[in-house]
T-cell receptor, first 112, second 111 residues
Framework: ETGVTQSPTHLIKTRGQQVTLRCSSQ?????VSWYQQALGQGPQFIFQ???????GRGNFPPRFSGLQFPNYSSELNVNALELDDSALYLC???????????FGQGTRLTVV | EDKVVQSPLSLVVHEGDTVTLNCSYE??????LLWYKQEKKAPTFLFML????IEKKSGRLSSILDKKELFSILNITATQTGDSAVYLC???????????FGKGTRLSVIA
């Protein structure tokens, strides 16, 4: 149990729809990162938030967006869903400068 | 482009065997190398390696980093069925930048 919780655990959406995934970070951690893990692949970095500001972004289109709230919890929003967005979405929290040791259980998104 | 390559991609062994998983990397501004175990969903942290030649050990698992040759190995001795998982290697590039992951090695331990 890492203290990082994600919701929902599973989700099925139709192509073109929008989705919001949520993450509550480990207590005391001010940095949240989001990763996309396709089947058989390692996690790919989407973006990171530090103190409510985006602090780095991977090679994902603008329809992937996020928020971090004052309590350091975070949301990942994906607009205009495509079939290739089907993946496990992982949230990881850390303290500034520390390694990302704590991942949530992930949200399995299926786009049909 | 930053790159982390793991080998083999999959491995099947019998209980009691010893396995060695490999991770090589080519990245800018290397800070640390991390190993994770992923059984169902959440990767769980195993080791963080920052200095060359210093072995980290936890029970039957151990790992070492070679910063000159840009690789790390993860050893598991006396494997058990509970060791079956995907083992992920990741490189932390600098303070608040992300981890760059390899594709993972899927280890299956059969009784």
């Amino acid at each position: 149990e890492t203290g990082v919780t994600q919701s929902p655990t599973h989700l099925i959406k139709t192509r073109g729809q929008q989705v919001t995934l949520r993450c509550s970070s480990q207590s005391g951690h001010n940095t949240v990162s989001w990763y996309q893990q396709a089947l058989g692949q390692g996690p790919q970095f989407i973006f990171q938030y530090y103190r409510e500001e985006e602090n780095g972004r991977g090679n994902f289109p603008p329809r992937f967006s996020g928020l971090q709230f004052p309590n350091y919890s975070s949301e990942l929003n994906v607009n205009a869903l495509e079939l290739d967005d089907s993946a496990l979405y992982l949230c990881a929290s850390s303290f500034t400068g520390g390694p990302e040791a704590f991942f949530g259980q992930g949200t399995r998104l299926t786009v049909v | 482009e930053d790159k982390v390559v793991q080998s083999p991609l999959s491995l099947v062994v019998h209980e009691g065997d010893t396995v060695t998983l490999n991770c090589s990397y080519e990245v800018t501004n290397f800070r640390s190398l991390l190993w994770y175990k992923q059984e169902k969903k959440a990767p769980t942290f195993l080791f963080m390696l920052t200095s060359s030649g210093i072995e980290k050990k936890s029970g039957r698992l151990s790992s070492i980093l070679d910063k000159k040759e840009l690789f790390s190995i993860l050893n598991i001795t006396a494997t058990q069925t509970g060791d079956s998982a995907v083992y992920l290697c990741a490189v932390l590039i600098s303070g608040n930048t992300p981890l760059v992951f390899g594709k993972g090695t899927r280890l299956s331990v059969i009784a």
